[in-house]
């Protein structure tokens, strides 16, 4: 069992910045897909970046690509999200996600979310 606990979010004026933290539990971290998801207020869950297990391995929906930045540190079973020139449309909830092997991007757990809202 993995537990993920995110923190960092906010509230931030549009063109600001904040970066997100995903602390996960147990011995295995490093084996683990690690990715964030969004859900704004009456929309689907959506996709935001997945980093994999070699770090040189990342992914981002195109809204968010050129902004956001995910990264890891399997020493501190830890992962980022760096967001820069935050919108009003990046307003949402933020989940962390862990994808235990083998990678199938149907992920196993999940945190419980941080607030992020950006102010026009």
């Known amino acids: 069992q993995v537990q993920l606990v995110e923190s960092g979010g906010g509230l931030v004026q549009a063109g600001g910045s904040l970066r997100l933290s995903c602390a996960a539990s147990?011995?295995?971290?490093?084996?683990?897909?690690m990715g964030w998801f969004r859900q704004a207020p009456g929309k689907e869950r959506e996709f935001v970046a997945v980093?994999?297990?070699?770090?040189?391995?990342?992914r981002y929906a195109d809204s968010v690509k050129g902004r956001f930045t995910i990264s890891r540190d399997n020493a501190k079973n830890t992962v980022y999200l760096q967001m820069n020139s935050l919108k009003p449309e990046d307003t949402a909830v933020y989940y962390c996600?862990?994808?235990?092997?083998?990678?199938?991007?149907?992920?196993?757990?999940w945190g419980q979310g941080t607030q992020v809202t950006v102010s026009s």
């Open positions: 996600a862990a994808d235990s092997p083998p990678i199938d991007f149907k992920y196993d757990y």
């Open positions: 147990g011995r295995t971290f490093s084996n683990y897909a």
């Open positions: 980093i994999m297990r070699n770090v040189a391995i990342t």
